[in-house]
């Protein structure tokens, strides 16, 4: 593990263990930090999407420790580019955000944070139906533009407190979101950004989206509601 220090920042390369594979990621901790963000990126990105990194400096801002990881490794990567196939084993994708997990719990650095997931696209499908592996570890699930729809039955089953948001021209995603939220049977909102396509690369949006994320993880990995 390397790690440097910068502002009162605790910024670590990792490697976390998986099945035969090493997961590479990126894990940040402010001092003082309550609780710890895992992502779970979209289909064809990875821990470097300037989205997700986006929302990751705005949750390190507000005290929150965050992991972004890429959920396969640079051969499978290699592979999906060709088949497409492994974006969407969302059993494998869940599994390693499991063992993401379980590492983060024995983390003599971050075993007495709170854990949320926020997943992208795909990654959305795969946090929930991880959050269902790991009722007792997970305390909240934010979604972005994501496929919660992918977890199927397991959507009944999640216990964690989700956040669904969604672009406001992003209709076929909508509609996909409104049947999940249907299906959960825990604490939930769905939150539509006005103006936003996708990948919520209109003005405003991303922020609109780090604000969202921020609120829903400071109540559930902290207490504060704001």
Not at 1 to 12: C, Y
Request: charged content about 20%.
């Amino acid at each position: 593990m390397n790690t440097t220090s910068k502002r009162k920042v605790q910024e670590n390369l990792v490697w976390i263990p998986t099945g035969s594979v090493k997961l590479e990621g990126n894990l940040v901790i402010p001092e003082s930090a309550q609780g710890i963000v895992l992502f779970a990126h979209g289909s064809g990105s990875s821990r470097h999407s300037p989205r997700n990194r986006y929302v990751a400096d705005v949750l390190q801002s507000s005290g929150l420790a965050t992991l972004l990881i890429d959920l396969l490794t640079s051969e499978e990567e290699a592979i999906d580019m060709r088949t497409r196939h492994l974006r969407f084993d969302l059993g494998l994708l869940a599994s390693r955000l499991v063992d993401a997990t379980d590492w983060l719990a024995k983390n003599p650095d971050t075993r007495h944070l709170k854990v949320g997931y926020f997943g992208a696209s795909t990654g959305a499908g795969a946090a929930l139906l991880a959050a269902t592996e790991r009722p007792e570890s997970v305390a909240a699930v934010v979604s972005r533009g994501g496929r919660p729809d992918l977890a199927g039955s397991a959507l009944g089953r999640v216990k964690a407190p989700t956040l669904l948001i969604v672009g406001g021209y992003d209709i076929p995603v909508i509609r996909m979101n409104q049947d999940a939220l249907a299906l959960l049977r825990v604490e939930k909102a769905l939150e539509i950004v006005p103006g936003a396509t996708h990948l919520f690369e209109e003005p405003g949006t991303l922020e609109e989206v780090a604000r969202l994320a921020t609120q829903w993880f400071k109540r559930y990995l902290t207490g504060v509601i704001e």
